[in-house]
C-alpha cells in the first residue's frame, strides 16, 4: 500500500530509489518539536478563526501532548515512506486524533511551515551560541586580568614587532568574539519573522490571523510576502556567515596556541586533557584541540559556500532544493557548539611561561621604536630618529647584542640627545607602560578593559 499523502494523482507508487534519494526524515527529525510547537500555534489561530472546532483543537493538543511524550522517550519510528518529519508528525496524530489530525493542515503547506520550523529552530540554537561565546570570552578576560603585566614579542609580518602585554593580546579575542555575538544577535531579528500563512507560495483562501500566529511563537514579525517567505534562505545564510566569521577567529587564536606551544616558542603550554601524544614519538605532545579548530573552521566555511551555493540562482517560489539547507545549517550549529565549549575550557586550562616571552622580546629589537620615540621627544624630526636607530640597530645585531645591552657611549655615538634615562625606555615593561591610553597595551589599561568586559559580561 502506498503512504502518500499526495499519492492520489499518480498511476504508480514511487520508486523505492526516489523515495529514499527525496526522504529528509533522516534528519529533519530533528526539527520534530519545533514542528509541533508551529502545529500547536497554528491550530489555535484556526480555531480562533473559525475554521476549527474547539472539540478539533483540543484533541490535536492531547494528541500533540503525546507525540512529544513519545519522541522524548525515543518511541516514535519515523517512517522514510513519510518522507519529512512534517508528514510523520501528521500521521502519527491523525492515528491519534482522526479527523482533527487531517484538519491541522488546512489554509497551510509543507512550505510555510518547514520556513518556520527551521526559524524556530535555529532561534534557539542562536541563543545558546550567544551564551557559549561569552563564556569563552571570560575565560580570556580571566586570562588576560592574570597576565596584565606578562611581556610578550607583538608580531607583524610574523616578524617581534613591540612588546605587548598576554593581557592584551587575550583581549584582542575578546573583542573579536563580542563583534561576533552582535552579528548573532543581529541576524536573530531576521531569523525571527514568520513565513506561516504564505501556505504554498501565494497565500491562503481561509481567514487566517497571522499577527496571532506569530505572537503565540514569539515572532518578532511576519514576513510581508507569500513568496519570498516561502523561498529564501538568507536568513540561514547569514547566520552560517556569522558562524564562519567566528571561527574563523577562533582559528587564528588556535594558529597561535599551535605555535605558542611548540618547543621552539614555549610561550604557552596547553593542559595535557587537551592534547594526545603519539604513537611513535614519544617526546610528543601535540594540540590537537586547536588543530581541530583550525580544521573544523574549513567546514564551516564550506557550509556557508554550499547554502549560497544552494540558493543562487533559484527561482521563486519553492524548490526542493531548499530541502538541501538543512544539514549543513545544522552542522554548522553543532560544529559551533562543540568548539564554543571545548574553547572555553581548554582557554582556562592554558599556562603561560613569561620568560620565555620576555627572553623572545629582548632577542627582536622589540623597543626600537621606542628609542624612536624618545629622540623625537628630545627635538628630533621622526624620519630623522627612525634612521638613527636603524643604524643602532645594525650595530647591535652585527655585534650580537640587544639595543639594551649597548653601552652610553656606544648609543651617544648615534645621537648626542641620548642620556642615561633610555635604558628606562629599552626595557620591556617601560616600553608597555609608555602606552597608556584607550586601546594601549599597558597594563594599566589592560586591567581597565578587562573590568569594562567584566561589567559587560555580568550584565548581560
Ligand atoms: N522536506 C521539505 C523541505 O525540507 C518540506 C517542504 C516540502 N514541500 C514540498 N512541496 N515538497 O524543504
Redesign the pocket.
Known sequence: MDEKVWSGRFHEPVSELVKQYTA?ITF?QRLAQCDIQGSLAHAQMLQQAGVLSVEDLSAIKAGMQEILQEIAAGKVEWSVDLE?V?MNVERLLTQKVGDAGKRLHTGRS??DQ?ATDIRLWLREEIDRVVVLIRDLQSALVDLADKNAEVVMPGFTHMQVAQPVSFGHHMLAYVEMLGRDGERMLDCRHRVNRMPLGAAALAGTTFPIKREMTAQLLGFEAICQNSLDAVSDRDFAIEFTAAASILMMHLSRLSEELIYWMSPRFGFIDIADRFCTGSSIMPQKKNPDVPELVRGKSARVVGHLMGLITLMKSQPLA?N?D??ED?EPLFDTVDTLVDTLRIYADMMRGVSVKPENMRAAVLEGFATATDLADYLVKKGLPFRDSHEVVARAVRLAEEQQQELSELSLDVLQSFSSLIDEDVYQVLSPEGSLNARNHVGGTAPAQVRAQVARWREYLQSV
Do not use: E
Open positions: 529528509s529533519d519529512d512534517h509543507r512550505n518547514v519553492y526542493k531548499n530541502q538543512k
